[in-house]
């Protein structure tokens, strides 16, 4: 199976900005598209951000839309989460997951394959 490893995650303030990355290992990371979702506390696991698996086509949720993007390094078998401007709101732990089966839009976890163990990422006001 695919091993899926989160980073960057961290307590920044309102306004701030991280980076998130996930390192993939087990497969041809190239072959396949990947996500981000974020859970808060006493929510559901909600859609972040996908990429393609070329990297030329992402998809963002409209609550993201404008400040965070997705990129991915193929050649570091690496897919990062670039956040800016960051929310309270944005409070969640991040999990980057593999997505095998061709995009859907408005995407769900059961759309995703495999997952990371998450980071979190905690916004102070």
């Known amino acids: 199976q695919v091993q899926l490893v989160e980073s960057g995650g961290g307590l920044v303030q309102t306004g701030g900005s991280l980076r998130l990355s996930c390192a993939a290992s087990g497969r041809a990371f190239s072959a396949y598209a990947m996500g981000w979702f974020r859970q808060a506390p006493g929510k559901v696991r909600e859609f972040v951000a996908n990429i393609d698996r070329s990297g030329r086509s992402t998809y963002y949720a409209d609550s993201v839309k404008g400040r965070f993007t997705i990129s991915r390094d193929n050649a570091k078998n690496t897919v990062y989460l670039q956040m800016n401007s960051l929310k309270p709101d944005d409070a969640a732990v991040y999990y980057c997951?593999?997505?095998?089966?061709?995009?859907?839009?408005?995407?769900?976890?059961?759309?995703?394959?495999?997952w990371g163990q998450g980071t979190q990422v905690t916004v102070s006001s």
């Open positions: 997951a593999v997505r095998i089966s061709l995009f859907k839009i408005n995407p769900r976890p059961s759309d995703y394959d495999y």
